[in-house]
């Protein structure tokens, strides 16, 4: 999962990329605010970690058509259950899109 912020001097999106699924396990690994360097003008920032915001991984997308494509392809050739090939990949799509909006509805407390 990404997450993302927009950069206070040049208003760019910046990602970071962690393994994180909420922001308690975030706090654990980074604390309450995150220093990062933004990636288009070398600003160095701090952000509270509350303003982080999780975005599903653009590749999901494409990895879960793919994998329809793929699945289809078997069905083609050994007759499984067509039903079954598409409900995976739309499985792991909206699994991923479910984890990022979960991730940016649980806020920790500010101190
Ligand atoms: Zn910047």
Avoid: W
Avoid at 42 to 70: D, M, Q, W, Y
């Amino acid at each position: 999962m990404q997450l993302s912020y927009y950069c206070r001097s040049c208003k760019k999106k910046n990602y970071i990329s962690s393994k994180a699924n909420n922001r308690f396990e975030l706090q654990a690994q980074f604390g309450d605010e995150i220093n990062n360097r933004c990636s288009h003008c070398g600003t160095f920032e701090k952000k509270h970690i509350n303003r982080l915001i999780a975005e599903p991984s653009k590749f999901i997308g494409l990895f879960c058509f793919g994998l329809a494509i793929l699945l289809s392809g078997a069905v083609f050739i050994l007759g499984f259950i067509a039903t079954l090939t598409f409900t995976i990949p739309i499985y792991i799509y909206f699994n991923a899109q479910k984890r990022a909006s979960d991730f940016n509805k649980v806020m920790i407390s500010r101190k």
